[in-house]
Each structure stands twice: as C-alpha cells, then as structure tokens.
C-alpha cells in the first residue's frame, strides 16, 4: 500500500485540534504530523502494527502513542472536532474503512491436529 499523507490544510486542522487538547505534547510538528499519517496508513491498510513501513518511525513506539491517546479518548474528540467539515472527509481515521480480521466477521476456524495429538520428535 501506498503512503498515506495529510494535505497542508488538513495538517493545519488536525494540528489546531491538538493544540487545544490537554492530554496531548505535540512536541515537533514533524514528528506529529508523521505519527497521524502512520496511525493512518495503519487504520487504512488494515495490517498489523509490525508491518508499518519503517518510514513513518518504529512500529512499537508509534503503536504505544496511539495507544495512549485512544486511553486518553484523544481520537475520539478529534472525530467528534472534524465531523463537520467536509474537508477532512476522508483525512482521519473513519471506523468505516477499518479493516477487521476474518475471525471477527465470525468466519470459521480451520480445524487441525491439536497439541495432543501429534507426535513431537527431538
């Protein structure tokens, strides 16, 4: 998948969010900025946070932000912020284009051999 990035504008509205967010440190804005974009290419591909593109910073480290933000409801008041404005359509995380595992849609489990059943050689 391609690389996700956030239009000048777009940056210019997340960014006057967070400014205003007390549970955040925006630190550099580069930095920010990027994070947004990998926590975006991540709700967008649908992939596991190991196989972010090590372009947008260390999968663990961007995941442990992420979290802690969605603790702090973060995400949920920047939805709540750019609901409205149709600029932002399609600029944030929207549950509607995350992708779920073919487990949670209640797809079947493969059978197989279990543990205790197969002979294990040394």
Not at 35 to 55: C, D, H, K, N, Y
Not at 95 to 112: E, F, L, M, Y
Request: net charge positive.
């Amino acid at each position: 998948m391609t690389t996700i990035r956030l239009t000048d504008k777009q940056w210019t509205k997340v960014r006057d969010f967070l400014k205003q967010e007390p549970n955040v440190y925006l630190g550099k804005e580069a930095e920010c900025r990027l994070f947004v974009e990998a926590v975006m290419w991540i709700t967008r591909s649908g992939a596991q946070w190991r196989l972010l593109p090590s372009e947008y910073g260390k999968w663990n480290s961007v995941y442990k932000r992420f979290a802690s933000w969605a603790d702090k409801g973060v995400w949920k008041r920047m939805m709540e912020f750019l609901a409205d404005d149709p600029d932002m359509e399609h600029g944030i995380i929207d549950s509607t284009i995350v992708r779920a595992h073919p487990c949670a849609a209640g797809a079947q489990k493969k059978k197989g051999a279990s543990l205790g059943t197969q002979s294990w050689r040394v």
